[in-house]
């Protein structure tokens, strides 16, 4: 029953470090996607992908990276952390037929120092 | 591009209370809309999910109602209670992108 899991659930990180962030869901969902939580701004998209091979840009892409090499995982990389990066990070999986229910990890809190 | 929007912000009331919670959005071409509860640290947790085809969606104390010629959804908590309080979001999901746009959010407080 673990649903969508994110590791780790939190992370400091200097400066100009570099780290990925783990999401994998067991519901064979096509769709998942990943949200930074901000003070004041809600959950923005970063990236998203329909599917194994296949990944796009939110809303706010930049300063991070996405692959997708199986249905189950969807790494968020950051390749330089700035501490603009600190947030809270947010992944979610949906299926792309039937209700589309969006399902949420646990999080990651990160703080960039 | 889809925006949404909730209001109020915060809203404080009485423990046993009925309430709503709006969320507007702005583009009508929506797939589907969820209403999910946060608790402070805590992730998201998925409330009620109406299609486009819907008008209503019931669990428990909670309804959610969905008018998209309008653009708006509402949550409706009938007979509040402090475990109520949590932080309530609304998001849509477009139809021609798949992509799940979310408001910023209701805190809520029940007092007891």
């Known amino acids: 029953n673990a649903g969508v899991t994110q590791t780790p659930k939190f992370q400091v990180l200097k400066t100009g470090q570099s780290m990925t962030l783990q999401c994998a869901q067991d519901m064979n969902h096509e769709y998942m996607s990943w949200y930074r939580q901000d003070p004041g701004m809600g959950l923005r998209l970063i990236h998203y992908s329909v599917g194994a091979g296949i990944t796009d840009q939110g809303e706010v892409p930049n300063g991070y990276n996405v692959s997708r090499s199986t249905t189950e995982d969807f790494p968020l990389r950051l390749l330089s952390a700035a501490p603009s990066q600190t947030s809270v990070y947010f992944c979610?999986?949906?299926?792309?037929?039937?209700?589309?229910?969006?399902?949420f990890g646990q999080g990651t809190r990160l703080t960039v120092v | 591009k889809q925006e949404v929007t909730q209001i109020p912000a915060a809203l404080s009331v009485p423990e046993g209370e009925n309430l709503v919670l709006n969320c507007s959005f702005t583009d009508s071409a929506i797939y589907n809309l969820q209403w999910f509860r946060q608790d402070p640290g805590k992730g998201l947790t998925s409330l009620l999910l109406?299609?486009?085809?819907?008008r209503e969606q019931t669990s428990g104390r909670l309804n959610a109602s969905l008018d998209k010629s309008s653009g708006r959804s509402t949550l409706y908590i009938a007979a509040s209670q402090p475990g109520d309080s949590a932080t309530y979001l609304c998001a849509g999901r477009g139809g021609a992108t798949n992509k799940l746009i979310f408001g910023t959010g209701t805190l809520l407080a029940v007092q007891p």
């Open positions: 979610a999986s949906s299926s792309l037929g039937g209700a589309l229910e969006a399902f």
């Open positions: 109406i299609q486009s085809s819907q």
